[in-house]
């Protein structure tokens, strides 16, 4: 399963995948969008557990974007099914697993009881050994509009002026506020996007992206992307 040579090699602390190729995967097998969706929920699972093996701190996941809505009634009921059955085992084995949760994005949209699963996983998550930070009604313009005019207000009501936002405090009113930039962003399905993902936290990222389809991604996947990260010669605009 696991390549050894990947294991001698740190993982990067904080990994960041756009989870995409569920419908393509589901069109070769004749099989409903939805069927490729829960095939795509199945290889988050592998991959959250993968990733608490070999150590990664943190693991971002797109799992529904602002504009995801568009997709049919039938689809996105499809996505939160998926998401409520997944968090209800979440909820359930917490301690077991190990693992907390953020959300990323504006959950005001989801239905209430989709909405409280996610404020009972993020406040009953305690310093596990991962935490996966679920992207959901999430699009990275849209978070740095909000952290503006969070910024803005605050210099409305005196708590700041105008010259004191820096990037350190622009970040703070990010969705990721005390969470690391990641440093390798995973892309499977063969698109060559960012598609309004991580648009901030990303400015320094390595950016891997794959032919395999994310339904079919497991933990040898995962190791070539480690590699090939490990491979980059990481400067920061350096020499
Ligand atoms: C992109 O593939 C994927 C999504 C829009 C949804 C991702 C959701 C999941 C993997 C399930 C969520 C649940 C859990 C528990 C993680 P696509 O549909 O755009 O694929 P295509 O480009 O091949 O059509």
């Given at each position: 399963?696991?390549?050894?040579?990947?294991?001698?090699?740190?993982?990067?602390?904080?990994?960041?995948?756009?989870?995409?190729?569920?419908?393509?995967?589901?069109?070769?097998?004749?099989?409903?969008?939805?069927?490729?969706?829960?095939?795509?929920a199945e290889?988050?699972?592998?991959?959250?557990?993968?990733?608490?093996?070999?150590?990664?701190?943190y693991l971002?996941?797109?799992?529904?974007?602002?504009?995801?809505?568009?997709?049919?009634?039938?689809?996105?009921?499809?996505?939160?099914?998926?998401?409520?059955?997944?968090?209800?085992?979440?909820?359930?084995?917490?301690?077991?697993?190990?693992?907390?949760?953020?959300?990323?994005?504006?959950?005001?949209?989801?239905?209430?009881?989709?909405?409280?699963?996610?404020?009972?996983?993020?406040?009953?998550?305690?310093?596990?050994?991962?935490?996966?930070?679920?992207?959901?009604?999430?699009?990275?313009?849209?978070?740095?509009?909000?952290?503006?005019?969070?910024?803005?207000?605050?210099?409305?009501?005196?708590?700041?002026?105008?010259?004191?936002?820096?990037?350190?405090?622009?970040?703070?009113?990010?969705?990721?506020?005390?969470?690391?930039?990641p440093e390798?962003?995973?892309?499977?399905?063969?698109?060559?996007?960012?598609?309004?993902?991580?648009?901030?936290?990303?400015?320094?990222?390595?950016?891997?992206?794959?032919?395999?389809?994310?339904?079919?991604?497991?933990?040898?996947?995962?190791?070539?992307?480690?590699?090939?990260?490990?491979?980059?010669?990481?400067?920061?605009?350096?020499?």
């Open positions: 399963m696991a390549n050894t040579e990947t294991k001698l090699l740190p993982p990067p602390e904080h990994i960041a995948i756009i989870m995409d190729g569920n419908g393509r995967w589901a069109k070769k097998r004749g099989l409903p969008r939805t069927a490729g969706h829960a095939a795509g290889a988050f699972r592998r991959i959250a557990n993968y990733c608490r093996t070999l150590g990664v701190r971002t996941v797109y799992a529904f974007s602002t504009e995801n809505w568009k997709r049919s009634q039938d689809e996105v009921e499809g996505i939160m099914r998926l998401l409520r059955k997944y968090l209800e085992e979440a909820l359930r084995d917490m301690e077991k697993n190990r693992v907390s949760f953020r959300f990323f994005g504006d959950l005001s949209r989801l239905s209430p009881k989709l909405q409280k699963m996610c404020l009972d996983a993020q406040s009953r998550s305690q310093d596990y050994d991962v935490q996966v930070n679920f992207c959901l009604n999430y699009g990275g313009r849209d978070e740095i509009v909000r952290a503006a005019r969070c910024f803005a207000q605050d210099v409305l009501e005196g708590k700041h002026a105008p010259e004191d936002l820096t990037e350190d405090l622009m970040s703070s009113y990010l969705y990721s506020a005390d969470v690391p930039d390798l962003i995973i892309r499977p399905s063969g698109e060559m996007r960012t598609s309004n993902f991580l648009l901030w936290q990303s400015a320094y990222s390595e950016y891997v992206f794959m032919d395999v389809l994310w339904p079919d991604f497991g933990p040898e996947d995962l190791d070539r992307a480690i590699e090939e990260y490990h491979r980059r010669n990481r400067r920061f605009g350096g020499t």
